[in-house]
Nanobody, 123 residues
């Protein structure tokens, strides 16, 4: 099992950018990594996922073209670069890890979760 800690959330204007970070307690090479988010009154939503060596990336339809996920296994870090932010992106963002081979869009397939970091997009 790996422990995950997110950081980088905050308040940003529409159209702005923000970078979220996820620090892992151990080497991340053994895990598929993903970001999920949950807005008030809504279910948890898949945002982005990346394969073990970073060669495959996947995005939810609502963020495709605006967000970018990346990982640095040497530093045990995963990042989410968020650009062209919209008020609809306001949510608590969670880092997650699973030991499977493929990225899953289902939150139930991930066994390890961070505590979450809040992102508010507002003018």
């Amino acid at each position: 099992q790996v422990q995950l800690v997110e950081s980088g959330g905050g308040l940003v204007q529409p159209g702005g950018s923000l970078r979220l970070s996820c620090a892992a307690s151990g080497r991340t090479l053994s895990y598929v990594m993903a970001w999920f988010r949950q807005a008030s009154g809504k279910e948890r939503e898949f945002v982005a996922g990346v394969t073990r060596r970073g060669s495959g990336v996947y995005y939810g339809d609502s963020v495709n073209g605006r967000f970018g996920i990346s990982r640095d296994n040497a530093k045990n870090m995963v990042y989410l670069q968020m650009n062209s932010l919209k008020p609809e992106d306001t949510a608590v963002y969670y880092c997650a890890a699973r030991s499977g081979d493929a990225v899953s869009r289902s939150w139930n397939d991930y066994d390890n979760w961070g505590q979450g970091t809040t992102v508010i997009v507002s003018s």
